[in-house]
């Protein structure tokens, strides 16, 4: 099964980023590609098939990204800062 997804970009912009980029097609796909794993929706194992990428070379197309796995997320961290303030009225 194959999805096609339809970007419609105004036509300066689209002959902009293709006079900056070889294959838009392919950088559009790994960017959303990449978010979703960053959103924990595509495991590490389901992003290399969509980049096409051996275990090795998905982690190093992570490092290049800066992007980690079991980082902490700005959901994790407010969570944990919620916590920390119930916790600390409770002691008073």
């Known amino acids: 099964m194959s999805l096609t997804i339809r970007l419609d970009l105004p036509p300066d912009v689209e002959q902009k980023l293709r006079a900056e980029v070889s294959d838009l097609s392919k950088e559009v796909k790994e960017a959303y590609a990449l978010e979703l794993f960053r959103r924990g929706r595509l495991s590490h194992y389901d992003l290399a098939r969509v980049?096409?990428?051996?275990?090795?070379?998905?982690?190093?197309?992570?490092?290049?990204?800066?992007?980690?796995?079991?980082?902490?997320?700005?959901?994790d961290l407010e969570a944990d800062s919620q916590t920390l303030r119930t916790f600390k009225a409770i002691d008073r």
């Open 51 to 75: 980049l096409g990428l051996d275990r090795f070379e998905t982690d190093a197309y992570l490092k290049r990204h800066h992007v980690f796995e079991g980082s902490l997320t700005m959901e």
